[in-house]
């Protein structure tokens, strides 16, 4: 099994940028994919990003392409996370999984996950 531990989240006002990470232990991971997800109060827990086992596809959820970037740094068995142009809708709790897989370009979550950590923007 992959331990997980997300860092960085914070509070930043709207139209702001924040860049979160996610540290792997007890093992490596370059050889399969990895995502975030994001669940905010009364809402399911939904995909933000997901990127291929040594970063060559990124894939997102509607709401934040062209905002969001996400990244992975085998060597250091760690994934970021850069969020730009943040809204007050980006507020959550983000997470990351492993080991993902993907089927048809849809990345299905692995059974590992994070502890979560919180991001919250202001207006």
């Known amino acids: 099994q992959v331990q997980l531990v997300e860092s960085g989240g914070g509070l930043v006002q709207a139209g702001g940028s924040l860049r979160i990470s996610c540290a792997a232990s007890?093992?490596?991971?370059?050889?399969?994919?990895m995502g975030w997800f994001r669940q905010a109060p009364g809402k399911e827990r939904e995909f933000v990003a997901g990127?291929?086992?040594?970063?060559?596809?990124?894939t997102y959820s509607d709401s934040v392409k062209g905002r969001f970037t996400i990244s992975r740094d085998n060597a250091k068995n760690t994934m970021y996370l850069q969020m730009n142009s943040l809204s007050p809708e980006d507020t959550a709790v983000y997470y990351c999984?492993?080991?993902?897989?993907?089927?048809?370009?849809?990345?299905?979550?692995?059974?590992?996950w994070g502890q979560g950590t919180q991001v919250t923007v202001s207006s």
């Open positions: 999984n492993a080991p993902g897989k993907y089927d048809s370009g849809i990345y299905y979550a692995g059974d590992s």
């Open positions: 007890g093992s490596t991971l370059t050889k399969y994919p």
């Open positions: 990127i291929t086992s040594i970063g060559r596809i990124t």
